[in-house]
């Protein structure tokens, strides 16, 4: 659908919660995470409410594609040494938020497995 009035994320893509925004396109927005786990936390998501990346991907590649490009743009400007571009997928994954949304983390080294 197109966005989710109940929706926390699709909330911020409106400009009804307030973020720190990143980057903004005709697809995506990124803005920082309120609660980061890394000097770069960035969470980008589509302007359109799909609950996760695999419905994401199956309504719209284009899209899904869009969102890696936001990340290693973001990740190039700031000149990152690596960085970690992970989607959550259910509760047991740690997903909170029902709106497909990838993390980008960096700067700092990142352990392997994550938790
Ligand atoms: P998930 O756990 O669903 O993979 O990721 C949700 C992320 O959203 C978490 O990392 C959490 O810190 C972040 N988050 C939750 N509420 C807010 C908010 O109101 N503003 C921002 N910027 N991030 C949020
Ligand atoms: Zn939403």
Do not use: K, Y
């Not at 926390?8 to 009804?16: P, Q, V």
């Not at 690596?82 to 700067?107: K, W, Y």
Request: proline letters at 6%.
């Amino acid at each position: 659908m197109a966005l989710d009035s109940a929706c926390l994320f699709c909330r911020i893509i409106l400009g009804e919660i307030p973020a720190d925004i990143v980057l903004r396109n005709d697809n995506v927005v990124a803005f920082n995470d309120i609660n980061p786990q890394a000097p770069t936390h960035v969470l980008i998501v589509p302007r359109l409410h799909v609950e996760n990346a695999g419905e994401l991907a199956q309504i719209s590649p284009s899209i899904t594609a869009d969102l890696f490009n936001a990340a290693a743009e973001i990740a190039a400007q700031r000149a990152l040494s690596g960085h970690r571009a992970v989607f959550n997928t259910g509760a047991d994954a740690g997903q909170s938020v029902f709106h497909a949304h990838l993390h980008l983390l960096g700067g700092r080294a990142l352990a392997w497995p994550p938790g």
